[in-house]
């Protein structure tokens, strides 16, 4: 039973890298390369293995479909370090946008606005887009143009650094606007009167 679990454990850790290492290599004779990815010419099986033995590192197959396979004298330990380095370096400068929603009603109080609008510059310094909702309750939805005006109003405050990517629209209840940081050169702000005809045909 313990052999049949390291099998399973020794196959299962080689079909999780990527290449084949040493004695995994089945090819009769291999086109080696040496530890400075020099050419060393089509040798041996055995002969590459004595070489990789000699320079105390492991002889890897980098190109499994050339005729012969492709192999090199590397350590690999070394090498999956370094890749995976890389991998999370890459990783690390990549930019992460979210979506952060703030959400409104018509009736919302100045102290309240002004926290909203606290979090929703932060959020766009920090880079992410924010998705403002206003919810309409009871026969709030009667009166959608008060709605509006405090979109308008929250685009009106944010112009400076701000770019709206999706205008008022509304969505059952709700009246929906989309917003990014704004670019090097935001375009100018569409007035009130622009944005009313989109909320009236939605509605």
Do not use: W
Not at 25 to 39: H, Q, S, T, W
Not at 85 to 110: H, L, S, W, Y
């Amino acid at each position: 039973m313990p052999t049949i679990a390291t099998n399973f454990r020794d196959r299962r850790h080689r079909e999780e890298r990527a290449h084949r290492l040493n004695r995994e290599i089945m090819a009769p004779e291999v086109r080696l390369n040496g530890p400075d990815n020099e050419p060393l010419g089509v040798v041996p099986i055995q002969e590459a293995l004595r070489l990789a033995g000699e320079y105390d590192v492991d002889l890897v197959e980098v190109v499994a479909t050339a005729n012969p396979p492709v192999c090199r004298l590397m350590d690999y330990g070394k090498f999956k370090y370094l890749e995976q380095k890389k991998a999370a370096e890459a990783k690390a400068k990549q930019t992460v946008i979210e979506i952060k929603e703030v959400k409104f009603r018509p009736g919302t109080d100045d102290g309240d606005f002004n926290i909203k609008m606290r979090n929703i510059r932060r959020f766009l310094a920090d880079g992410d887009k924010v998705k403002v909702t206003l919810r309409f309750r009871g026969r709030e939805i009667t009166h959608q143009e008060i709605g509006l005006a405090l979109l308008n109003r929250i685009r009106d405050e944010l112009s400076d650094i701000v770019q709206v990517e999706q205008f008022p629209k509304l969505e059952g209840r709700q009246m929906i606007m989309m917003l990014a940081p704004a670019r090097k050169k935001p375009g100018a702000k569409p007035a009130v009167a622009d944005a009313m005809p989109a909320v009236q045909a939605a509605g």
